[in-house]
Structures are given as C-alpha cells and as structure tokens.
C-alpha cells in the first residue's frame, strides 16, 4: 500500500465526517439578477449596454390586481453566450421585477414533410401542405441545453423546489421575511427550439 493511500485512510478512520462536513459548508449564492442587471432596483440604462426599445404593459399582482409597468428589450452589459434575446419587466415607478433571456435554434424543416400534402377529399385541411416541424434533433439539442443549464443552477442556487416532467421546466426560489426571489428555467416550447430563463422578485412584482 502507497503512502498517500494510507495517509487518507487514517484521515478517514480518525475524521469520519471531515468529507461530509465540508459538502455540508458549502455555501448557496444568492439570486440577486442575471446579465449584471440587479433585481428590485430603479432601473437606468446604464445598467445595459443599450435599450432597443420599450413598451407599455399590463400585469397582475397580489390578489388579481391589475398593475401597469414597461417592457424592456435590452443588450446587457454582461451577456451569456447560451442566450440570443433579453428582456426587463419594470414596475410602472420603474423598479426591476424580471429579467429573462431566450434562445432560439434555427429550425430545419424536413423538405418531405414540407412539400407534403393531406390527402384529397371534403375533410378539414385537404389538400393543404401538411404541418411543419421542427427537426427532432433540434428537440433533443434544446432539451440537454436546458438540463445541462439546471444542473448549474442547483449548483449554484441549490434544489429546485419544483421540476416539470423530463426537465420540461424547473423553478429555484429563495425567500425570507423581507425576500422573495426566484428563476425558473423553461424548455417546454423545446418543441419549437427555444428555451427561456425568467429571474424575478416577487415582492417588487405584488
């Protein structure tokens, strides 16, 4: 037996819990924003690289109530590679509520199933070019981006509190008498090619 094998099993039988104690220290960050935009703040277009536009809209809070707010589509200062587009939901006094980035693959149609045509006849759609849809490679590519996103998150941000069935969707939350913050990561318009992270501050938001 080498040195270095029978060092650790001495370390083992004298500190049994040593391995367990250090996976238990190991510290979750908490969910402050993503893209370096902060969440619950007063939002100023400093905090982006650039404001491609903005609109006015509706949105419910505690109770059903009606609330009124922008939507921003923004370029941010810290962009992620494994998304395309981006977004910030403000409060109608301007305070951050959400953050979300999407990703869109480019979905190649099958030229059958493109040039492909319902049979001939009274029923509905005959005649017509039949469905088109995405490649199911795209699907698969789509959802292993998404667990594999997860799978980061938990590290991260620890246990989801909720997962959609095959990693469809998969929801982190962290609150407190004073906090409410949470993302959830969703991959059920995989279908399409595109997935979605939506970070939020349910305080602010209600």
Not at 118 to 144: F, H, L
Not at 162 to 190: A, I, P, V
Request: contains cysteine; glycine residues 10%.
């Amino acid at each position: 037996m080498n040195k270095q094998l029978a060092s650790l099993i001495v370390t083992l039988l004298i500190f049994p819990f040593a391995a367990i104690s250090v996976a238990a220290d190991k510290s979750v960050e908490q969910i402050t924003g993503a893209f370096g935009i902060p969440l619950g703040e007063q939002f100023n277009s400093t905090m982006v690289a650039n404001v491609i536009n903005e609109q006015e809209q509706s949105y419910k809070g505690q109770g059903g109530t009606k609330l009124k707010g922008k939507l921003l589509h923004i370029e941010p200062k810290n962009p992620d590679a494994r998304f395309q587009q981006y977004s910030i939901k403000t409060t109608e006094t301007g305070i951050i509520y959400a953050i979300q980035g999407d990703y869109q693959y480019k979905v190649e149609l099958d030229e059958a199933k493109e040039n492909e045509t319902r049979p001939e006849g009274k029923g509905k759609g005959a005649g017509k070019p039949g469905n088109k849809k995405p490649a199911n490679a795209i699907q698969k590519t789509c959802k292993a981006a998404v667990k594999s996103m997860a799978e980061e998150l938990e590290d991260r941000y620890g246990k989801p509190r909720g997962q959609g069935w095959d990693g469809l969707w998969y929801t982190f939350r962290q609150f407190s008498d004073t906090s409410n913050k949470g993302l959830k990561l969703y991959g059920h318009r995989c279908r399409t090619g595109m997935y979605s992270i939506v970070y939020t501050d349910e305080i602010v938001q209600r």
